[in-house]
């Protein structure tokens, strides 16, 4: 059971102010994901740890307020879910401002780009401009990837103070997707102490064969870290010193030129 949805077991908290049910409820529709579209009532309450009939309440629930469907047997949710990451994206002006200088940047490099905040144990992607599909899945708004082995989740990890880096490191589940993936804390730690001395990260084939790729921190006007961008490119076309040569210097200027927008 992860932190999150155990925590969502628990009725009461550390004050009186939590509320359990929408802690469940929340819990409850992060049992879906890409590789578990449609679940049933057993799945998601061994998912999320939970009852059964407060899983079934659960599901019943978000089916009445048309978050999601109901086969008989199968729950899975409905395109209304999207509304909850819509209001996030549409109360933060960070997606909005970093677009046009992805956009700009994806036309400067050839390459696709991104941005992402650190959620947890993974990134979350909040901007891409795609040139051409580099991974071999499909990346978009809202996707997620293990922060341990992708070079914005490094970015935005070097930027926490190192004991809470170690911390989501330790309950990350590090296992090695290619055979360059890192894994062991200590080469872990290295690298982001590495990534804070250099400034930027570089992952060549460690999230996927084929794929590398280089990011920088996004840095508000007071030099806090409030995201990070990254170039990706097919390992056969670019190098790693090509990334640091050609697509980091203008990396730096969009990040120049977005923390004098940023407060």
């Known amino acids: 059971m992860n932190k999150s949805t155990g925590d969502a077991n628990r009725d009461g908290g550390r004050d009186g102010d939590r509320m359990g049910g929408l802690a469940k409820g929340l819990a409850v529709i992060e049992a879906f994901d890409g590789s578990r579209p449609r679940l049933a009532i057993a799945d998601v309450a061994r998912i999320v740890g939970l009852e059964r009939a407060t899983a079934r309440r659960c599901l019943l629930t978000l089916v009445e307020l048309g978050y999601a469907e109901h086969d008989g047997k199968f729950f899975s949710l409905t395109p209304r879910i999207l509304r909850l990451g819509t209001a996030y994206l549409s109360s933060t002006p960070l997606p909005a401002i970093v677009q046009p200088f992805l956009q700009a940047l994806s036309e400067q490099t050839g390459e696709s780009c991104s941005a992402s905040i650190l959620e947890g144990t993974e990134i979350i992607y909040v901007a891409r401009a795609a040139q051409q599909r580099v991974m071999s ?3 978009h708004v809202g996707s997620r990837l293990p922060a341990y082995c992708a070079s914005m989740g490094r970015v935005l990890l070097a930027a926490r103070p190192e004991a809470e880096a170690r911390r989501i490191l330790e309950a990350t589940d590090r296992r090695p997707l290619t055979r360059n993936t890192r894994t062991a804390m200590a080469d872990l730690m290295a ?8 400034g930027h ?8 064969v084929g794929l590398r790729s280089i990011a920088v921190p996004i840095l508000a006007a007071d ?5 990070a961008i990254n170039v990706g490119a097919q390992a056969m076309r670019v190098s790693v010193e090509d990334m640091r040569r050609t697509f980091l210097p203008l990396m730096l200027g969009v990040q120049g030129e977005l923390r004098r927008m940023l407060s």
């Open 223 to 227: 030099g806090r870290v409030v995201a």
């Open 137 to 139: 899945i499909n990346l």
């Open 191 to 198: 690298e982001l102490a590495a990534v804070r001395q250099d």
């Open 201 to 208: 990260a570089v992952i060549d084939q460690e999230l996927e």
